[in-house]
């Protein structure tokens, strides 16, 4: 599984990247917000290996929170990379998390390719979501550990998703622990 790739870029469009990596280049798709960040010369990006019958792709991203909200993405029945790059070259994941913890439909529907039913069941697959995305923002994985952990924890003490989400919004906190304590004190009074 290849995930990450660095070396020369060759040649660009917006979609996708032609990267030399010591004589071999690899074609790699990636989102419009990718592209927007890719320097003139050479890159490193987080990737993503899809491997089908007829084709093994790479998606590339400069951000790792966009690799997650893409892999995420992909696992909802009926969302295929096409769809997901679309999402991902629409929002950055943190305007993407401010659609899902609005509930926000016609901001789903706003993505091509996405019609009212597709756009209903992303919303109710990613209820949640929106907390690892805007909980990773400064993009270090202990940080997106901690709240994602922190929402699980919670989860199974039978709170919410809606809930829990806008508590941990407001929470400060690196490890899970203090978290997951500050959460209660809000989730208890609410």
Known sequence: MIVGITGDIVYKEPSFVHVDVQGIVYEVF???????????????????????????????????????????????NGVGPKVAMAICSTYTPSQFATVISNKDLNGVKKVPGIGPKGAGRILVELAGFDVELIGS????????????????????????????????????GEDTATLVKSALKLLQTV
Request: with cysteine; aromatic share 8%.
């Open 30 to 76: 990636i989102s419009l917000q990718t592209f927007s960040a890719l320097a003139k010369e050479s890159t490193s990006l987080f990737t993503t290996q899809i491997i089908r019958e007829d084709a093994s792709l790479l998606f590339g991203f400069m951000d790792m929170n966009e690799k997650k909200m893409f892999t995420r993405l992909i696992k909802i």
């Open 137 to 172: 923002g400064d993009g270090t994985p202990s940080s997106s550990l901690a709240f994602s952990q922190a929402t699980e924890a919670l989860e199974s003490l039978g709170f919410k998703k809606d809930k829990i989400s806008k508590a941990l919004t407001v929470c400060e």
